[in-house]
């Protein structure tokens, strides 16, 4: 189904293809996981299959690549939507309708699919994938694991033989997480499914091999998953790869917090703030107060308003109630520009921030904005680069950067002005296992310096390692706010299901 030799994609400004010296093989109904550091060009490698690279995006195809014996950059604009489906770790991103049948719809109205055979691929598509309740929901009520498999229902809708999975539960709880997967479950054998996905415990069961690559994108190691990890466990960790978590080193570690709390005036103090949408609760009477100095972690399945809440502590949405005070003043009667000078808010998917045509110019365009002189810009902006490991890309357009170079770019820019409180919505998304560790490190040296840093994440083990104090959200109301040790042990956690995602231990063993 898919093959490629020697295979290189250079991006222009970049600089070294990545994929570098790919050579892979998938055998038509295998399911595959491919595991890679970030920017060994994973993303790339999907958008090439689907012929999205060269013709969509541009960037320079080396070597050879074909898909059911057809080489996409061959075939003319579109085609290969026929025989490949890609499946993005933002549902939203691809979206074109507003309602959930209208979606499935579309794909098919552009495989020129009859009408009067489209009522019934699309009934089939949502069985699949457990969604048949919501054919007539619009899309933006879904929450995060719902809008995914509708995205999933709407490549199966087209009946594309060949899906790749590019982190497609990067955003999902884990409820959600274990919903997708028993979901894809239910495809195996029936397609060939190349799966791009970090999270290695939920997912290993299904797959039928493991494909690990290094930071250029060669293949370090290819065969059965437990036995080719167990084996190459040290070639893992060296590339920065994510590992099942009975292989994983740092599975007991923990960050301690030295900082004192300082409480006069807290970082935060949110007083009954309640924000509705058509009628509808998204944040209902929240009242907790941040210290300064704290290391939060906002935790809660997906849908209980975790984003909603971050947004409203910086003024980007007015609460119908209630007051939100940011180091004690008033944040509805602040300027914005004086709020970005105390705090920054990374957002949860890191494309929906960025401004300027180039890395350097995005860091420094905060800068910029608030009249720092050039030559203290440049300092600051080429610190930042280095501190982050983006200086090789500095003249690279951002949308151009992995995932995770992404997220450490958009990480960057916050840091820029040097806020006292910094929010994070998913910091570790699109991250491989080194640079994870390394951001979340840089977060704990800030808290140790006295930046309050205020994190939302599906990742109970960075909980766990990171977190001062958690705050549990369900249906926007506060569940739990106190010490991470007892947050672990209230029994929310287990009801909700929110415990971490994983295969049987004696699998591990």
């Known amino acids: 189904m898919i093959r490629a030799r020697a295979l290189a994609i250079h991006y222009p400004g970049a600089p070294q293809p990545a994929p570098a010296d790919l050579d892979l093989h998938v055998r038509e109904g295998e ?31 080396q070597g050879e690549l074909t898909v059911a014996g057809r080489d996409p950059r061959q075939v003319p604009a579109g085609h290969m939507a026929a025989t490949v489906g890609v499946l993005f770790q933002d549902p939203e991103a691809s979206f074109a309708t507003l309602v959930v049948e209208d979606e499935l719809a579309f794909g098919l109205e552009n495989l020129r699919v009859p009408p009067e055979a489209m009522p019934a691929r699309i009934t089939q598509a949502l069985e699949q994938v457990g969604m048949q309740a919501f054919r007539h929901r619009r899309l933006e009520t879904l929450s995060g694991g719902e809008a995914q498999r509708v995205a999933l229902a709407a490549l199966l809708a087209m009946g594309q033989p060949l899906l790749v999975l590019d982190e497609p539960t990067a955003l999902l709880d884990p409820p959600g997480t274990r919903a997708f997967f028993a979901s894809l479950a239910r495809l195996k054998g029936r397609h060939t499914l190349l ?6 415990d939920a997912c290993l069961h299904l797959v039928d091999r493991v494909v690990l690559l290094d930071a250029q994108g060669r293949v370090l190691a290819d065969g059965p998953p437990w036995e080719t990890l167990q084996r190459h466990r040290a070639q893992a960790l060296q590339a920065g790869l994510w590992l099942p978590e009975a292989l994983d080193p740092w599975r007991q570690r923990r960050f301690t ?26 944040v209902e009477d929240v009242t907790f107060t941040l210290p300064q100095g704290d290391f939060l972690a906002i935790v809660g399945p997906n849908g209980a308003g975790k984003s909603t809440l971050v947004h409203l502590f910086l003024g980007l949405k007015r609460p119908q109630q209630g007051r939100v005070f940011l180091f004690g003043q008033d944040v509805a009667r602040l300027p914005f520009r004086e709020i970005t000078r105390m705090a920054g808010l990374v957002f949860q998917n890191p494309e929906h921030q960025f401004v300027t045509e180039t890395v350097w110019e995005e860091v420094a365009y905060s800068l910029r904005m608030h009249g720092w002189p050039e030559a203290r810009i440049r300092a600051r902006v080429e610190g930042l680069l280095e501190r982050f490991g983006l200086a090789p890309y500095a003249r690279q357009n951002p949308f151009r950067l992995s995932q995770g170079q992404k997220r450490r770019l958009s990480v960057a820019t916050m840091l820029a002005l040097g806020p006292r409180l910094l929010i994070l919505d998913e910091p570790t998304f699109g991250q491989d296992r080194r640079t994870a560790y390394a951001l979340m490190d840089e977060l704990a040296a800030l808290n140790r310096e006295g930046v309050t840093v205020v994190m939302v994440t599906h990742d109970l083990r960075l909980v766990r390692q990171y977190a001062r104090h958690v705050l549990l959200l369900h249906r926007g109301r506060v569940r739990f706010h106190g010490p991470v040790e007892a947050f672990f042990q209230h029994p929310d956690v287990r009801e909700m299901g929110l415990a971490e995602v994983g295969v049987p231990a004696q699998v591990g063993e």
């Open 195 to 200: 799966l791009i996905e970090h999270k290695v």
């Open 31 to 61: 399911t595959v996981l491919l595991l890679g550091p970030s920017g060994s060009g994973k993303s790339s490698l999907a958008l090439a299959l689907a012929g999205v690279i060269p013709h969509g995006l541009y960037a320079r195809v």
């Open 257 to 282: 917090p030295q900082t004192p709390l300082n409480e006069r005036p807290p970082a935060l103090a949110v007083e009954g703030v309640t924000y509705r949408v058509q009628g509808r609760a998204l």
